[in-house]
């Protein structure tokens, strides 16, 4: 059974930094892309980033390019988000999912597998 877990969240000033962690376990997702997508209240899902497992190839959405950096630690089957310049439009639940490379990589239908979320808060 395929596990994501999200940890790391909670409540930062603007301008701070947050690293988040999804733990994965019960498959081995060499062959997956692995994302981060955030919503807000009252708003859609909305891409992050994402980074391809076999090769580390990283992807960014616009509105956090060169903020925020994706990372994983094969050994610890670990995907990191590292969240810098944290600004209040960042505060949402953080969403780690596992999908099919095939897809495409900003969309929530290619992702079979989503954590539960945690909550970043960014405070003006």
């Known amino acids: 059974q395929v596990q994501l877990v999200e940890s790391g969240g909670g409540l930062v000033q603007a301008g701070g930094s947050v690293r988040l962690s999804c733990a994965a376990s019960?498959?081995?997702?060499?062959?997956?892309?692995m994302g981060w997508f955030r919503q807000a209240p009252g708003k859609e899902r909305e891409f992050v980033a994402a980074l391809t497992w076999i090769n580390g190839n990283t992807y960014y959405g616009d509105s956090v390019k060169g903020r925020f950096a994706v990372s994983r630690d094969s050994a610890k089957n670990t995907l990191y988000l590292q969240m810098n310049s944290l600004k209040p439009e960042d505060t949402a639940v953080y969403y780690c999912?596992?999908?099919?490379?095939?897809?495409?990589?900003?969309?929530?239908?290619?992702?079979?597998?989503w954590g539960q979320g945690t909550q970043v808060t960014v405070s003006s």
């Open positions: 999912a596992a999908g099919r490379l095939s897809g495409l990589l900003a969309v929530t239908r290619t992702y079979d597998y």
């Open positions: 019960g498959r081995s997702f060499s062959t997956y892309r």
